[in-house]
């Protein structure tokens, strides 16, 4: 039984506080990972140059995630960055197309609004935000798995 003496209501110092971005980072990497069926291995090679190892001290909470981190969690999840530092990790439109994108030996799902091919790099966005990037030279397909749905 825990002592009534130290309750939050007597000393609300003790109640657990908000998380911060870094917390929910680590938390919506697992939960988006595990939602998708992934395993840490998966993840790390969806991410390219990521061992799993890191991605399972992102998800502890046992390294701290850097910017390149949280841009290749995001580009991976198909989400924004900032969407990884809240609590609502998925797309608000759920009726974005969804792309396969094949680089050098790596494939991924983009969910993206406009995708930009330029010359030298090809930019996929999700609400007017950059969600991935790629040197054109190294894409080797896109492929449109969902379409937008019509409005109704």
Same mark, same amino acid.
């Given at each position: 039984?825990?002592?009534?003496?130290?309750?939050?209501?007597?000393?609300?110092?003790?109640?657990?506080?908000?998380?911060?971005?870094?917390?929910?980072?680590?938390?919506?990497?697992?939960?988006?990972? $595990?939602?998708? !069926?992934? =395993? %840490?291995?998966?993840? /790390? @090679?969806?991410?390219?140059?990521?061992?799993?190892?890191?991605?399972?001290?992102?998800?502890?909470?046992?390294?701290?995630?850097?910017?390149?981190?949280?841009?290749?969690?995001?580009?991976?999840?198909?989400?924004?960055?900032?969407?990884?530092?809240?609590?609502?990790?998925?797309?608000?439109?759920?009726?974005?197309?969804?792309?396969?994108? $094949?680089?050098? !030996?790596? =494939? %991924?799902?983009?969910? /993206? @609004?406009?995708?930009?091919?330029?010359?030298?790099?090809?930019?996929?966005?999700?609400?007017?935000?950059?969600?991935?990037?790629?040197?054109?030279?190294?894409?080797?397909?896109?492929?449109?798995?969902?379409?937008?749905?019509?409005?109704?």
């Amino acid at each position: 039984m825990t002592d009534p003496m130290l309750s939050e209501e007597r000393h609300p110092e003790l109640a657990p506080g908000p998380l911060t971005a870094a917390e929910w980072v680590a938390a919506n990497v697992k939960a988006l990972r $595990t939602q998708r !069926g992934w =395993t %840490q291995d998966q993840l /790390a @090679d969806r991410m390219g140059h990521k061992s799993p190892q890191a991605v399972w001290s992102a998800e502890a909470g046992r390294r701290r995630i850097t910017v390149n981190d949280l841009v290749d969690f995001a580009a991976a999840f198909g989400v924004t960055p900032e969407s990884l530092m809240s609590d609502t990790p998925e797309p608000a439109d759920t009726d974005s197309p969804v792309y396969e994108v $094949t680089t050098d !030996g790596t =494939t %991924q799902a983009i969910t /993206a @609004d406009t995708v930009d091919p330029g010359e030298t790099w090809t930019s996929f966005y999700l609400r007017e935000a950059r969600v991935f990037l790629a040197p054109t030279a190294r894409i080797l397909g896109i492929r449109l798995l969902t379409e937008e749905s019509p409005d109704a």
